[in-house]
Every structure is written in structure tokens, then in C-alpha cells.
Nanobody
Framework: QVQLVESGGGLVQAGGSLRLSCAAS????????MGWFRQAPGKEREFVAA????????HYADSVKGRFTISRDNAKNTVYLQMNSLKPEDTAVYYC?????????????????WGQGTQVTVSS
């Protein structure tokens, strides 16, 4: 059974930075793609960033491109999301997800394991 545990969320002022972490256990982490999604109140869950098993392929939503960076440390079974230049519209619950394959997808159905989420709030 795979488990994903996110951490690093919090309250930050606009223009600030946060780094989210997602620790994985119970699966051969290095063989699987990982992704970050977010869900704001009243909105559907949306794609933020994804990374392939090797870390070579990375995808970003247009809304975060140039501000957010996804990375992974397979030795630590951990994936990160560095968020810079945060905006109030980045406020959401951020979810880490693991895919069944090594390919980094951008849709929720491409992931089969989800964390519990961590709240990120950006004040103006």
C-alpha cells in the first residue's frame, strides 16, 4: 500500500515563497511519475506540475510556469514543489499524487494514489 504525506503548506504574503514536500512509502518510488495538483474552494482539482521517474521530463501548468519548480530525490522517496512569487490566486489545498507508470501526466486520472493535501494560503 502506497502512502503519500505532504508537508510545507502555510500562510504567506504575496510575492513570498514556500516549498512543499511529499514523502512516499510502500512503493518503488523511483519507478513512478509524480504530480502536484491543487483545489481551491468551489473549484475542480487542477494540474500544477508533474515529473517523470527520472526527473528529466517535467510539465507545468501555464499559470505557474516560471514561478514553480518540481523536483524529486529518489534516494529520499520525496518529491518537492518550490513555489516562488506566490499570488493570492495560488491559494488552494495542494495534493501530491503518484502515477502507476513512469510517464508524467497532467490529468487526475493518470494518477492512482493521492496524499491528504496541504493548505497554502497567499494573502494580498
Amino acid at each position: 500500500q502506497v502512502q503519500l504525506v505532504e508537508s510545507g503548506g502555510g500562510l504567506v504574503q504575496a510575492g513570498g515563497s514556500l516549498r512543499l514536500s511529499c514523502a512516499a512509502s510502500g512503493r518503488t518510488f523511483s519507478s513512478h511519475a509524480m504530480g502536484w495538483f491543487r483545489q481551491a474552494p468551489g473549484k475542480e482539482r487542477e494540474f500544477v506540475a508533474a515529473i517523470s521517474w527520472s526527473g528529466v521530463t517535467r510539465h507545468y501548468a501555464d499559470s505557474v510556469k516560471g514561478r514553480f519548480t518540481i523536483s524529486r530525490d529518489n534516494a529520499k522517496n520525496t518529491v518537492y514543489l518550490q513555489m516562488n512569487s506566490l499570488k493570492p490566486e495560488d491559494t488552494a489545498v495542494y495534493y501530491c499524487a503518484a502515477g502507476p507508470t513512469a510517464v508524467a501526466g497532467i490529468f487526475t486520472y493518470e494518477y492512482d494514489t493521492w496524499g491528504q493535501g496541504t493548505q497554502v494560503t497567499v494573502s494580498s
